[in-house]
């Protein structure tokens, strides 16, 4: 059964860099052929993907964040990351992590995690 965790703060002031990190358990970040997602749900706009991370290290981004987006992994730890830059308040949303696969030309997410509220607010 393959677990994720968020964990970072849960208060962040605009401008500021948001950091998140997705500590996963029960499968390895690097087995084929799985992407590392990090999502996002803000208040009343539904869940928007961001990017991810794949099993390789292949880094993808959506065109609208990649320009303040950042994706990374640390392997020994079994870990993936987010760094969101130059934060606004409409960046205040509940940030999920999650693990995808390709299924024909669907991309499907089995394993969410519980996700974590981040509020942008000086």
């Known amino acids: 059964q393959v677990q994720l965790q968020e964990s970072g703060p849960g208060l962040v002031k605009p401008s500021q860099t948001l950091s998140l990190t997705c500590t996963v358990s029960?499968?390895?970040?690097?087995?084929?052929?799985?992407?590392w997602s990090w999502i996002r749900q803000t208040p009343g706009k539904g869940l928007k993907w961001m990017g991810a991370?794949?099993?390789?290290?292949?880094?993808y981004y959506s065109p609208s964040l990649k320009s303040h987006t950042s994706i990374s992994r640390d392997t020994s730890k079994n870990q993936f990351s987010l760094q969101l830059s130059s934060v606004t308040p409409e960046d205040t949303a509940v940030y999920y992590c999650?693990?995808?696969?390709?299924?024909?030309?669907?991309?499907?997410?089995?394993?969410w995690g519980k996700g974590t509220l981040v509020t942008v607010s000086s």
């Open positions: 999650g693990r995808g696969y390709y299924s024909g030309s669907y991309y499907v997410m089995d394993y």
């Open positions: 029960g499968g390895s970040i690097t087995t084929s052929y799985y992407y």
């Open positions: 991370i794949a099993y390789d290290g292949r880094i």
